[in-house]
């Protein structure tokens, strides 16, 4: 288990510059955390460089972008792309002539999930089909990016590949009862994780989230040495989660959503930074706050910790511009409703005996508990029923504010060399938010 190791300070500190080149390894595909770290190397004046997962054809092969695909991609990253496929996992991969995993799980139902047996055998070969794929890629793409790194040049490595899920139908109805489920739907995450189909799902979390960044510090070594050989600066970044601090009693408390099955691969990942930290490869995971995205709208409740930024915004110094972002979330609320009385909801939550006991770093991920669900889910409900409109949610502002904070925070601070797993919190958050308004 990783030391608790949160930001505690803004990291003012930048090596890079005009000329220098920013590496996105993951596709741009919509507004995520990424977004900040590209703003910030845009506004330092970099040349960025991006690669592609690449895309599936009708059978399932793996291809490159089309021309209108890649022009596309390209003009959204604002940068090149380096168009050769780096889907990263082995769920559509096997040795010629064998099945993959997907075709393995084509015959799961929600009735037999829990029983349904794999060859692990046979799942091992194509995991290593899966990763000679993607590390062979990996050298060639590297190669590509060499070539784009002008002598001189210090290199940012922005590492943002996550997931992993099998595409297979049932997995929706299991995840939505699992995630989503409470009274008679609710279903145990200790039933997926124990279950054949959960241990796959946990090794190719593991490929995604986790290994990738393993495999992207090897494949760049050539790059690395080039670039310190010569007396320029690399560093890693990757993005991880293990629980956030929030206001809960006017005090900064480490909490976390239940359950985070990617917790396994989140830890990973970050043994992976400290390994390559001590091996002289600055490399940094940066634990980042609970946010609303495409993919985490799934985990009802992920956004409930996301309300007491209101709170730090005004406790860490903020002014008239902080005043502004709680009139911004009280127009978002129905006729009649405060958003003291939202807030005062969410505290009431975060001190019920239930949630406070999944407030244990050291049993980080914990299981779901039809307790936890009830209330989790039940206060989700209730809050998100307060707004005019259910399409605009307090929690879509407000996850665009972390999303400006920890930019800065994560470009500077990996300038900064502080260390190889850091937490930010909503502490730093608002205070960084502060001051880049202070300063506008």
């Known amino acids: 288990m990783t030391e608790f190791t949160p930001l505690r300070h803004i990291p003012q500190a930048n090596v890079f510059r005009k000329g220098d080149v ?12 990424v977004n900040g770290l590209i703003d910030e190397a845009r506004q330092a004046g970099m040349t960025i460089v991006g690669i592609t997962v690449g895309r599936r054809d009708e059978g399932g092969a793996l291809r490159a972008l089309t021309a209108e695909e890649l022009l596309e991609a390209e003009e959204k990253l604002g940068g090149r792309i380096i168009n050769l ?38 799942i091992e070969r194509c995991r290593e089909a899966g990763v000679r794929r993607f590390t062979t890629t990996a050298a060639t793409v590297m190669a590509e990016i060499d070539k784009l790194v002008p002598d001189g040049a ?15 139908k049932a997995f929706l109805a299991i995840a939505n009862r699992i995630y989503k489920g409470r009274g008679e739907r609710f279903m ?33 070594s050539a790059i690395r040495e080039r670039v310190t050989g010569a007396g320029g600066e690399v560093r890693y970044t990757a993005y991880g989660y293990h629980g956030t601090e929030i206001l809960i009693g006017g005090q900064y408390v480490w909490q976390t959503y239940s359950n985070y099955t990617q917790g396994y691969a989140k830890m ?20 980042c706050p609970e946010i609303r995205t495409n993919s985490s709208d799934i985990f009802v409740g992920v956004e409930l910790s996301l309300f007491p930024l209101l709170t730090a915004l005004k406790k860490e110094g903020g002014g008239a511009w902080a005043e502004q972002q709680w009139q911004i979330c009280q ?14 909801t969410i505290e009431r939550y975060n001190n019920d005996a239930t949630s406070a006991e999944f407030r244990n770093f050291a049993a980080w991920p914990m299981d779901n508990t039809p307790a936890l669900a009830e209330v989790m889910i039940g206060t989700s409900e209730q809050v998100t029923a307060l707004h005019k409109d259910r399409k605009a949610l307090i929690t879509d502002h407000l996850s665009s504010l972390v999303l400006e904070g920890a930019g800065p925070l994560m470009f500077h601070g990996a300038s900064e060399k502080i260390a190889p797993v850091l937490w930010l919190s909503h502490d730093i958050i608002a205070r960084q938010l502060n001051e880049l308004h202070r300063q506008a």
């Open 154 to 168: 210090n290199v940012f490595f922005a590492h943002t590949m996550a997931g992993g899920i099998p595409k297979i």
């Open 85 to 122: 496929p780096l889907m990263a996992g082995f769920d559509m991969d096997a040795p010629e002539g064998e099945q993959n995993p997907t075709e393995m799980l084509s015959g799961i139902t929600l009735k037999s999930w829990q029983e349904d047996k794999l060859d692990w055998e046979k």
């Open 188 to 220: 145990s995450s200790r039933a997926l994780l124990d279950s054949d189909l959960g241990k796959l799902i946990l090794m190719n979390f593991d490929e995604v989230t986790a290994n990738t960044l393993k495999y992207l510090i090897d494949a760049s």
């Open 331 to 344: 127009d978002l609320l129905g006729e009649g409703v405060s958003l003291q009385s939202l807030l005062d």
């Open 268 to 287: 990973r990942l970050e043994s992976i930074a400290e390994a390559a930290w001590n091996a002289g490869v600055h490399a940094t995971v940066f634990n």
């Open 22 to 33: 920013f590496v996105l390894f993951g596709e741009l595909f919509g507004r995520g955390y």
